[in-house]
């Protein structure tokens, strides 16, 4: 099974300011033969479902704000909100999908300081 | 408009039999892999199982792998998951889960709410 560690499990950043969290899999989830990233971000706040930010490591969902973004490529993936908004507050996860059984990283909780 | 109405979720008790619905609307039910996402109490996703959008291939998590069976009735655009041999560990919401692509090998593109397994004596 492909691994997904997060880090950090949690941080407090400030309203305005970036944070980063970071995405590494046990194994490449880089496929070859199209040059993509099997890796997706994923947003969820309390009581909610998960909602799906970024695809193929670094492409936007529609309707996604342009703070979000994604890099990354093999085993190492980074998601990063360039000014971090009160809506931002939530749990982000990653997930592979190079591999069955699709895996999820642990989550990182973003919160205000 | 995408919708997943996640249903069937209720108390049962260890060792005892459930099944979950999932009525699907608002895209090509049959063309989309489709899963089943659990998410523990105050934990992290846990993907569950898939059925494959282009052929019907299914694929379980180790954890319900000879326990759960995942299916889909596609004249009633309705995905299921039939629980069996439920242990206190398979507590958690369960959500239905569509595929952003046919294969399998798929992210997840929209979500239903949920549905609530508790497995308790």
């Known amino acids: 099974d492909i691994v997904m560690t997060q880090s950090p499990e949690s941080l407090a950043v400030s309203l305005g300011e970036r944070a980063t969290i970071n995405c590494k899999s046990s194994q490449s989830v880089l496929y070859s033969s199209n040059n993509l990233n099997y890796l997706t971000w994923y947003q969820q706040k309390p009581g909610q479902p998960p909602k799906l930010l970024i695809y193929?490591?670094?492409t936007r969902e529609s309707g996604v704000p342009d703070r979000f973004s994604g890099s990354g490529s093999g085993t190492d993936f980074t998601l990063t909100i360039s000014s971090l908004q009160a809506e931002d507050v939530a749990v982000y996860y990653c997930q592979q999908h190079y591999d069955i059984p699709l895996t999820f990283g642990g989550g990182t909780k973003v919160e205000i300081k | 408009e995408v919708q997943l109405l996640d249903s069937g979720g209720g108390l049962v008790q260890p060792g005892g039999s459930l099944r979950l619905s999932c009525e699907a609307s608002?895209?090509?039910?049959?063309?989309?892999?489709m899963n089943w996402v659990r998410q523990a109490p105050g934990k992290g996703l846990e993907w569950v199982s898939v059925i494959c959008g282009d052929n019907d291939d299914t694929y379980y998590a180790d954890s319900v792998r000879g326990r759960f069976t995942i299916s889909r009735d596609k004249s009633k655009n309705t995905l299921y998951l039939q629980m069996n041999s439920l242990r206190a560990e398979d507590t958690a919401l369960y959500y239905c889960a569509r595929g952003r692509r046919g294969s399998c090998y798929s992210d997840f593109d929209f979500w239903g709410q949920g549905t609530l397994v508790t497995v308790s004596s």
């Open positions: 193929w490591a670094s």
């Open positions: 608002g895209f090509t039910f049959s063309s989309r892999a």
